[in-house]
């Protein structure tokens, strides 16, 4: 094995400078006085940056550098990154070291003032135009910032207190991706703010910014604001001289052609004017949330241009400098004119490379009139990066060589798993239309709409199927529920909760945490965990409680928020529940590590503990995770009906890529495989019944076990818990042969059998079998138990199964 190795931090915070180096950085060179420690004259090291991306290692351009010793900053954006991974060659050396980069102190980095469009300002602006004030942040996700403008008095850079008598006006704005942007219109009546103070003879005025976290002001840049007496340049070709000729040439009537040639020229040029560009999908519907699809549709809406040629760019916005990926001249054919642009024909890495951009490019078009150089551009629609053209993935370093053919054989599988990325649309219905499939009386209710109840209040365009998958996916990302496991456990829960998604707000409006009902997909109750998800989010749903349930993207946003940080216990080290707690959460002997959590409320901070539940789901446990949510077992059997349900929707485990979670013995299910199902129907207080079919067979029946709730504690009466069981042989001196059922929860010498007899007396939680049911009894059991024993024999008994689920009636 190689000595060369990358020396730095492997765990860098966000926004912190770090170094990087080799450990040989010291080794002997030939002496030279150009021995600088950076002096690229004697075998220099070169840098490159890696992220991965869906399954992927893909180089970035931007992140390259050379020298001995060099530094890299993460920003917020490299938080999302499945992967990051620096790579080091010196020679025939190479080394590697992944990264995965911490969330930083919350705080805001600086603001910069940029034009409308988010770019850097050339000279001076006027008042009726637009400036965007772009705050960088640092662990502040989802919080809203407060950016207050002031009109500039003093010399010198930074905020003085001697301007805080021009206060000009507070806004707000969301932080998304680091970034937070807050438009300020420059009005003209901030004039007299500036000139009130002796200064109306200044011809020019500026302005700054400042934002304030944790009792600090940080301010902007200033810009330079012409006085509303400053004649201007002419902005955007929007107003020119040539208009007051206009009017006066269309009233005279020319008595000769040599006073003509110079007319239409002008008229032309102020005649014809881009009134407005839009980004659409294919068939014209405004794009919310992520983008998906593989083509856009700009249109341009003009006046006066048709006949004349345009230019349409479409860009990729970046923090620094906007990247092109696509552009195309020709002729507007009517003052509303379309073009459509294939997005999946655009190479990705066109876009940039920035492993701190994060999984999705902010697009926006620019048209350009040809003959004027007039131009606009259009708003910022966020669109998937796997939308576009894939770049092939460089395999020419020892480094990565394995990963790439890794990822091949993974592309050869053609697999079927959910892990580690979205639904697609497809996908996504087949599920719902499945879940509805199961439960007969909600598809005749509500066949395959969603939020169809009538107190949902939900606008009629986000009841959408598109809409939903696209939100789905939005949160299963932000709060990584990236497994097939966790999204089968996430699923489950808000189906119930929502009603079977046909609301986001309780149907009662009774109780004793009124107005602060359950709203959501997660059903967020109680005025206290308002307040928190308000302090996490920015979104003001304490005094507009009803913004939950009302707006699509919130009511998804909060159910993800509750499901990684939402619970609010005590704080200390790990969770397990109260001896109080019920028998059915008690028997999984849960034990998880807390996260302790901060929020400001008025002048205090106050902390609790959390548990993300998707740590639970990777142990399969729905009793445990429904419990945390509901607090009791209010449709507990209803959600473990879903969980086993989607299992199989998702055909899990036998398509899952991460199969380490599952909990049931890792022999897998096949054709020639002895498999029971056995699906629990009727329970009363004294027995449970269900109705059984053995895969392949015309066998079935019906089983009756103990009543519940289910347990896997030894000598207790109650049925053992839904489950996936294997099967073994049983000979013994009280019952001479039966059939062992066990798995990692119940073990196998505790004995739980398949024997006959008719009644919950006959057992001590095992199962029998019969031909025939009525209340508490199944009868002709011993022959049922016969038919099944001559199968399993003539099969063999070899990773034979039972399949507990439930589904009462």
């Given at each position: 094995?190689s000595?060369?190795?990358i020396?730095?931090?492997?765990?860098?915070?966000?926004?912190?400078?770090?170094?990087?180096?080799?450990?040989?950085f010291?080794?002997?060179?030939?002496?030279?006085?150009?021995?600088?420690?950076?002096?690229?004259?004697?075998?220099?090291?070169?840098?490159?940056?890696?992220?991965l991306?869906?399954?992927?290692?893909?180089?970035?351009?931007?992140?390259?550098?050379?020298?001995n010793?060099?530094?890299?900053?993460?920003?917020?954006?490299s938080?999302?990154?499945?992967?990051?991974?620096?790579?080091?060659?010196?020679?025939?050396?190479v080394?590697?070291?992944?990264?995965?980069?911490?969330?930083?102190?919350?705080?805001?980095?600086?603001?910069?003032?940029?034009d409308?469009n988010?770019?850097?300002?050339?000279g001076?602006?006027?008042?009726?135009?637009t400036?965007k004030?772009?705050?960088?942040?640092?662990?502040?996700?989802?919080?809203?910032?407060?950016?207050?403008?002031?009109?500039?008095?003093?010399k010198?850079?930074?905020?003085?207190?001697?301007?805080?008598?021009?206060?000009i006006?507070?806004?707000?704005?969301?932080?998304?991706?680091?970034k937070?942007?807050i438009?300020?219109?420059?009005?003209?009546s901030?004039?007299?703010i500036?000139?009130?103070?002796?200064?109306?003879?200044?011809?020019i005025?500026?302005?700054?910014?400042t934002?304030?976290?944790?009792?600090?002001?940080?301010?902007?840049?200033?810009i330079?604001?012409?006085a509303l007496?400053?004649?201007?340049?002419?902005?955007k070709?929007?107003?020119t001289p040539?208009q007051?000729?206009?009017?006066?040439?269309?009233?005279?009537?020319?008595?000769?052609?040599?006073?003509?040639?110079?007319?239409?020229?002008?008229i032309?040029a102020?005649?014809?004017?881009?009134?407005?560009?839009?980004?659409?999908?294919?068939?014209?519907?405004?794009?919310?949330?992520v983008f998906?699809?593989?083509?856009i549709?700009?249109?341009?809406n003009?006046?006066?241009l048709?006949?004349?040629?345009?230019?349409?760019?479409?860009?990729?916005?970046?923090?620094?400098?906007?990247?092109?990926?696509?552009?195309?001249n020709?002729?507007?054919?009517?003052?509303?004119?379309?073009?459509?642009?294939?997005?999946?024909?655009?190479?990705?890495?066109l876009g940039?490379?920035?492993?701190?951009?994060?999984?999705?490019?902010?697009?926006f078009?620019?048209?350009?009139?040809?003959?004027?150089?007039?131009?606009?551009?259009?708003?910022i629609?966020?669109?998937?990066?796997?939308?576009?053209?894939q770049?092939?993935?460089e395999?020419t370093?020892?480094?990565?060589?394995?990963?790439?053919e890794?990822?091949?054989?993974?592309?050869?599988?053609?697999?079927?798993?959910?892990?580690?990325?979205d639904?697609?649309?497809?996908?996504f219905t087949?599920?719902?239309?499945k879940l509805?499939?199961?439960?007969?009386i909600?598809?005749?209710?509500?066949k395959?709409?969603?939020?169809?109840?009538?107190?949902?209040?939900?606008?009629?365009?986000?009841?959408?199927?598109?809409?939903?998958?696209?939100?789905?996916?939005?949160?299963?990302?932000?709060?990584?529920?990236?497994?097939?496991?966790r999204?089968?456990?996430?699923?489950?829960?808000?189906?119930?909760?929502?009603?079977?998604?046909?609301?986001?707000?309780?149907?009662?409006?009774?109780?004793?945490?009124k107005?602060?009902?359950?709203?959501?997909?997660m059903?967020?109750?109680?005025?206290?965990?308002?307040?928190?998800?308000k302090?996490?989010s920015?979104?003001?749903?304490?005094?507009?409680?009803e913004v939950?349930?009302?707006?699509?993207?919130?009511?998804?946003?909060?159910?993800?928020?509750?499901?990684?940080?939402?619970k609010v216990?005590?704080?200390?080290?790990?969770?397990?529940?109260?001896?109080?707690?019920?028998s059915?959460?008690?028997i999984?002997?849960p034990?998880?590590?807390?996260?302790?959590?901060?929020?400001?409320?008025?002048?205090?901070?106050?902390?609790?503990?959390?548990v993300d539940?998707?740590?639970?789901a990777?142990?399969?446990?729905?009793?445990?995770?429904?419990?945390l949510?509901?607090?009791?077992?209010?449709?507990?059997?209803?959600?473990?009906?879903?969980?086993?349900?989607?299992?199989n929707i998702f055909?899990?485990?036998?398509?899952?890529?991460?199969?380490?979670?599952?909990?049931?013995s890792?022999d897998?299910?096949?054709d020639?495989?002895?498999?029971?199902r056995?699906?629990?129907?009727?329970?009363?207080?004294k027995?449970?019944i269900?109705?059984?079919?053995?895969?392949?067979?015309?066998?079935?029946?019906?089983?009756l076990?103990?009543?519940?709730?289910?347990?896997?504690?030894?000598?207790?009466?109650?049925?053992?818990p839904?489950?996936?069981?294997?099967?073994?042989?049983?000979?013994?001196?009280?019952?001479?042969k039966?059939?062992k059922v066990?798995?990692?929860?119940?073990?196998?010498?505790?004995?739980?059998?398949?024997h006959?007899?008719?009644t919950?007396d006959d057992?001590?939680?095992?199962?029998?079998?019969?031909?025939?049911?009525?209340?508490?009894?199944?009868?002709?059991?011993?022959?049922k138990?016969?038919?099944?024993?001559?199968?399993?024999?003539?099969k063999?008994i070899?990773n034979?199964?039972?399949?507990?689920?439930?589904?009462?009636?």
């Open positions: 094995m000595d060369f190795k020396i730095g931090n492997p765990n860098p915070v966000v926004g912190v400078l770090e170094i990087y180096t080799v450990n040989d010291f080794e002997k060179v030939p002496s030279s006085p150009f021995n600088e420690e950076n002096s690229f004259s004697y075998n220099p090291v070169f840098w490159e940056v890696y992220v991306e869906l399954g992927k290692w893909r180089k970035t351009k931007e992140n390259d550098k050379r020298g010793k060099v530094s890299y900053t993460f920003l917020e954006k938080l999302t990154r499945n992967g990051i991974r620096i790579l080091a060659r010196k020679g025939d050396k080394a590697r070291l992944d990264i995965k980069p911490l969330s930083a102190q919350p705080k805001i980095d600086h603001i910069e003032l940029l409308k988010g770019a850097k300002i050339k001076r602006l006027s008042y009726g135009q400036v004030a772009r705050v960088f942040c640092f662990n502040m996700e989802r919080r809203r910032v407060s950016v207050t403008m002031w009109e500039d008095d003093v010198g850079a930074g905020h003085n207190k001697a301007n805080e008598k021009n206060f006006e507070t806004l707000s704005g969301i932080v998304k991706f680091g937070a942007d438009d300020f219109l420059l009005k003209p901030f004039a007299k500036a000139e009130r103070r002796g200064h109306e003879k200044d011809k005025h500026e302005f700054y910014v934002a304030e976290y944790n009792d600090g002001k940080i301010a902007s840049n200033n330079n604001v012409n007496e400053t004649p201007v340049a002419p902005y070709g929007k107003t040539h007051a000729v206009k009017n006066k040439t269309t009233e005279q009537k020319p008595k000769n052609d040599s006073q003509k040639p110079n007319v239409p020229t002008a032309k102020v005649k014809g004017k881009i009134n407005a560009v839009h980004i659409t999908d294919i068939a014209g519907n405004q794009i919310k949330g998906k699809e593989k083509q549709k700009v249109w341009i003009s006046t006066g048709t006949g004349k040629e345009v230019r349409l760019k479409l860009y990729d916005e970046d923090l620094f400098s906007n990247d092109l990926l696509f552009t195309d020709f002729t507007i054919k009517s003052d509303l004119h379309t073009v459509t642009v294939p997005l999946d024909t655009i190479p990705r890495s940039g490379s920035n492993w701190a951009e994060g999984n999705e490019q902010q697009l078009a620019e048209i350009e009139v040809l003959q004027t150089h007039d131009f606009i551009k259009s708003a629609v966020d669109v998937d990066a796997t939308v576009f053209k770049d092939p993935v395999t370093n020892k480094v990565l060589k394995v990963d790439v890794d990822s091949k054989k993974d592309e050869k599988k053609k697999s079927n798993c959910y892990c580690n990325r639904f697609t649309l497809e996908e087949k599920i719902l239309e509805r499939d199961s439960e007969s909600v598809k005749k209710a509500s395959y709409t969603l939020f169809g109840s009538d107190n949902c209040e939900l606008d009629s365009k986000d009841k959408t199927i598109e809409k939903f998958y696209n939100q789905l996916n939005i949160i299963f990302k932000k709060y990584n529920i990236n497994t097939c496991l999204k089968i456990h996430f699923l489950s829960q808000v189906y119930l909760e929502t009603d079977r998604f046909r609301t986001t707000k309780e149907y009662s409006e009774k109780g004793e945490y107005p602060y009902f359950g709203r959501g997909l059903q967020l109750t109680w005025q206290s965990n308002y307040e928190i998800y302090a996490f920015g979104t003001e749903c304490v005094d507009d409680y939950i349930a009302n707006n699509l993207e919130n009511a998804f946003d909060s159910a993800g928020w509750y499901w990684k940080q939402g216990l005590s704080v200390g080290d790990r969770w397990t529940p109260a001896s109080s707690a019920p059915y959460v008690t999984h002997k034990n998880y590590p807390k996260n302790k959590i901060s929020y400001k409320k008025g002048d205090k901070n106050i902390n609790y503990g959390t539940f998707s740590l639970i990777d142990d399969d446990k729905v009793d445990v995770i429904s419990y949510v509901n607090g009791g077992s209010n449709g507990l059997y209803e959600r473990r009906n879903y969980v086993t349900t989607l299992k055909k899990f485990p036998q398509e899952c890529d991460n199969k380490v979670s599952e909990k049931v890792t897998t299910i096949n020639k495989a002895v498999t029971i056995l699906i629990r129907k009727w329970e009363t207080k027995s449970t269900g109705e059984f079919t053995i895969d392949g067979s015309e066998i079935k029946g019906f089983i076990e103990e009543k519940g709730p289910d347990t896997t504690i030894s000598g207790i009466e109650q049925r053992i839904i489950g996936t069981y294997n099967l073994a042989w049983h000979n013994g001196t009280k019952i001479k039966g059939l066990y798995n990692s929860d119940v073990s196998k010498d505790r004995a739980i059998l398949i006959s007899g008719n919950a057992t001590e939680g095992c199962l029998l079998p019969g031909s025939t049911r009525s209340v508490d009894f199944v009868g002709n059991s011993k022959n138990l016969k038919e099944i024993f001559e199968y399993i024999e003539e063999g070899d034979a199964k039972i399949i507990i689920t439930q589904k009462y009636e």
